[in-house]
């Protein structure tokens, strides 16, 4: 039973520390952005062209890549007076949310296995 609390106080903490993440991504918007930047065949994009993609105006795609670029999530990088976003493919911010799914997965196993009490399935 005092692993299960070490677990959840843990996956609390790091889940605090994924919080920009998932609202940067929570939002529909800025999912449609992040997707966008995906699929562009080169690598960035300027507002211009995102704004295009998501029939939204210039001020909100500059709104949503604030977030998402504040989260950590995309990079902007400029070419004279050109500015490019794209998916930022740094380890540090992905790999601290594969390590919460990790945790998640882990005290999940860890919790079937010591048959810790949950909901039935009839209960949703």
């Given at each position: 039973m005092e692993e299960c609390v070490q677990q959840r106080k843990l996956l609390s903490r790091e889940f605090q520390g994924c919080r920009e993440i998932f609202i940067a991504l929570g939002d529909e918007t800025r999912q449609q952005?992040?997707?966008?930047?995906?699929?562009?065949?080169q690598i960035g994009m300027r507002v211009g062209e995102i704004t295009a993609c998501t029939?939204?105006?210039?001020p909100a795609v500059s709104h949503h890549l604030r977030i998402l670029k504040d989260a950590g999530l995309i990079r902007m990088h400029r070419e004279g007076t050109r500015n490019y976003y794209y998916v930022d493919a740094g380890r540090k911010r992905w790999g601290q949310l594969k390590k919460l799914i990790d945790h998640v997965?882990?005290?999940?196993?860890?919790?079937?296995?010591?048959?810790?009490?949950?909901f039935r399935e009839d209960e949703d």
């Open positions: 952005i992040f997707i966008a930047l995906l699929e562009h065949e029939h939204l105006s210039r997965d882990h005290a999940v196993s860890s919790a079937e296995e010591n048959d810790y009490p949950r």
